[in-house]
């Protein structure tokens, strides 16, 4: 099975052979939870999210892969910040390519849907806020939800 693994800071991490810009998405229901996925490829928790197409906008993007994920339909509602950390390498071993971060992580509203697992989500779920820091996860992706959940309203550039 492929398989990603997520590399920061680490000398041991293949050179980055590819950029590609991708977006994350924190989605939040009517009571306040998060919508999170199982990944299939590492079983860490993360927002659905994935690369922006051509052709497609961020928004479309964001909203494509939500549903694509999760099962969801949402709307997107703001921007958490920008990710672009160079010593930050994902490495998928299906076919060698070791991405550098380039991550726009969005903010939007469930409209309609039920969470329902995809062949990139092995398990999809609302989780509260106070529990979502708890799951396994990637740095990284532990790094965006916090700034998500301090709230600040203003993006984090990075």
């Known amino acids: 099975m492929a398989k990603r693994i ?3 800071d680490d000398p041991d991490a ?3 052979n590819s950029l590609v810009p991708s977006v994350n998405v924190v989605v ?3 009571t306040g939870e998060v ?3 199982r990944r299939t490829d590492n079983g860490n928790w993360a927002v659905p999210g994935g690369a922006i197409d051509l052709g497609e906008s961020i928004p479309q993007a964001a909203m494509r892969e939500t549903l694509e994920e999760t099962g969801i339909t949402c709307e997107i509602t703001g921007l958490v910040g920008t990710y672009s950390d160079p010593r930050h390498v994902i490495l998928y071993t299906s076919n060698g390519e070791a991405r550098q971060e380039f991550s726009l992580v969005l903010t939007g509203r469930a409209v309609s849907g039920e969470p329902t697992p995809s062949d990139e989500s092995r398990e999809v779920r609302w ?3 106070d529990q979502v820091v708890a799951l396994r996860m990637d740095r990284s992706m532990r790094m965006r939800i916090e700034h998500y959940l ?3 309203g203003l993006p ?3």
Request: no cysteine.
């Open 35 to 37: 919508l999170m996925i």
């Open 28 to 30: 939040t229901n009517d």
């Open 14 to 16: 293949p050179a980055a």
């Open 156 to 158: 984090y550039i990075g």
């Open 6 to 8: 997520d590399y920061y």
């Open 150 to 152: 301090a709230g600040t």
């Open 127 to 129: 989780v509260s806020r």
